[in-house]
């Protein structure tokens, strides 16, 4: 059963839009699919200086990001196929 995008998320969806101004950007920012976030984004949408005092959307920072890969990278619990994943997905990262 797909999950029920409520107020507050839909909120957050169009901030994370207007911040990044892409689908796949705010997608990742709030957890959710690219198309989630293009189904959720309101035309014309502003945030108002209550709603920016109310509720700011946080993001991990870039290093903490980048260590639990590295943790991940050698954890013994993952497969040889999630490893050989692991490691594409690093070296993309480091462009």
């Known amino acids: ?10 909120k957050l969806i169009n901030e994370a839009y207007l911040h990044y101004g892409t689908y796949a950007a705010a997608a990742r920012a709030v957890g959710c ?5 293009k189904k959720y984004v309101v035309d014309d ?4 200086p209550a709603a920016r005092e109310h509720k700011e959307i946080v993001f991990a920072p870039v290093d ?3 260590q639990s ?3 991940m990278k050698s ?11 692991l490691k594409s997905i690093w070296k993309d990262m480091n462009f």
Do not use: D, F, H, N
């Not at 954890?75 to 994943?85: D, N, Q, V």
């Open 1 to 10: 059963m797909a999950k029920r995008i409520g107020v507050e998320e839909i």
């Open 33 to 37: 699919s690219p198309s989630t976030v």
């Open 45 to 48: 949408y502003k945030v108002t």
């Open 64 to 66: 903490e990001v980048v």
């Open 69 to 71: 890969l590295q943790v």
């Open 75 to 85: 954890a013994s619990c993952l497969t040889p196929r999630e490893k050989s994943e």
